[in-house]
């Protein structure tokens, strides 16, 4: 049973960079149809999907977030990685990482909390 977990930093400044990554267990992230979502959910929000790595290696963005959103991946760990600059206190939420399969999101990690403050 596929499994991903987040991790990275719970705090950062702002202007810095946001950097999480996503650990993919029991299937890897090449394996066709499957594409490797980042989503986020500010305190009080609703859930934001903010980009995805398909299994071909190609990545989509959000048009709300395209200019300071990265996303990547290291095939030899199975992990993916989202990149966010210049972040404010506004990108302070949980961000999950997440496997979509036809636009649909079917599984998920369990979140981390990320709080941008000085």
């Known amino acids: 049973q596929v499994q991903l977990q987040e991790s990275g930093p719970g705090l950062v400044k702002p202007s810095q960079t946001l950097s999480l990554t996503c650990t993919v267990s029991?299937?890897?992230?090449?394996?066709?149809?499957?594409?490797w979502s980042w989503i986020r959910q500010p305190p009080g929000k609703g859930l934001e999907w903010m980009g995805a790595?398909?299994?071909?290696?190609?990545?989509y963005y959000s048009p709300f977030l395209k200019s300071r959103t990265s996303i990547s991946r290291d095939t030899s760990e199975n992990q993916f990685t989202l990149q966010l600059s210049s972040v404010t206190p506004e990108d302070t939420a949980v961000y999950y990482c997440?496997?979509?399969?036809?636009?649909?999101?079917?599984?998920w990690g369990q979140g981390t909390l990320v709080t941008v403050s000085s």
């Open positions: 997440a496997r979509d399969r036809g636009g649909y999101l079917e599984v």
């Open positions: 029991g299937g890897s992230i090449t394996t066709n149809l499957y594409y």
């Open positions: 790595i398909a299994y071909s290696g190609i990545t």
